[in-house]
């Protein structure tokens, strides 16, 4: 049987639920709150908080010590928090009920993210518009680590470039690269479901040729020559562990787009490219996200 344990907490607190479902190894999603809000800039306002999903088989695991620790994580970090329990059966759809929260998605004038059931916006002719269906992939564009990736990308002039986008998910930042001129992008995910999902939203967005898609770490990926430039939307604590091998994959003069950084890393982060090779050119905040725009120095 499928269980799906959903945990309603403030934003601030999800990157720590994030590390736990890792701690934990379970597939876990994560989806912001959102509200109707008629007559604005959009038709919909973000609540400051989110729904943390940790979704794994109670054959496969032990269901008792996973809501043990959960319990336990609550108590000591947000004991006002909801929380809920729901089994599915074999055959039926988790994610039904999600969708309902994925709207589409105005990154900036020229990006436009959109799930594939919901009608195109008016203006779409004249934006990049990538299609998503998540599935139990991080990234529906919703994220604010997501969304400074793109806008960091409209810096850069992407034309025949080679591209690692490191921890891909669900390929939003890879169709994105692709459709905005980048020749080659190598999207490198370690999770096998990612992996599936980031195929299936390949063929929605007509992606055929210029992608290349390894279900590995960072560390087992080979490359065979030097990148142009990587973009890497993964938690600051695998960024600063893998610095190096991060560098070695670009060329000298080469660009490097990190997010997935909250504030509380941000200083380590900066700190962290003073001792290296790298000049920042440009830093970008929303919320207590942080995206940097890094070049490699000869």
Known sequence: MLRRVDLKVGDEFEDALLALANRLEIQTFSSPCIVDCPGGEEDFEFTGETVVSFIYSTVEKDSHEIERQLDEWLKSESPDSEKTVIDYGDNEDWMANFRAYFRPIQVSDKIIIRPPWQEPLENEQNATVILIDPGMAFGTGTHESTRLCLRLMENINLSGCKIVDLGAGSGI??????K?????VYAIEID????????????????????EIYCKDLASFKSGGKFDGLTANISSPIILANLQLIIDLVKDNGWFIFSGINSPNALSMREAFSKHPLLMIKELTEGEWHGFLVEKKE
């Open 173 to 178: 930042l890879s169709f994105a690269l692709l």
């Open 192 to 211: 096998g479901p990612a992996v599936e999902n980031l195929r299936k939203n390949a063929k929605l967005n007509a992606i055929s040729s210029g992608l």
């Open 180 to 184: 905005m001129g980048a020749k080659e």
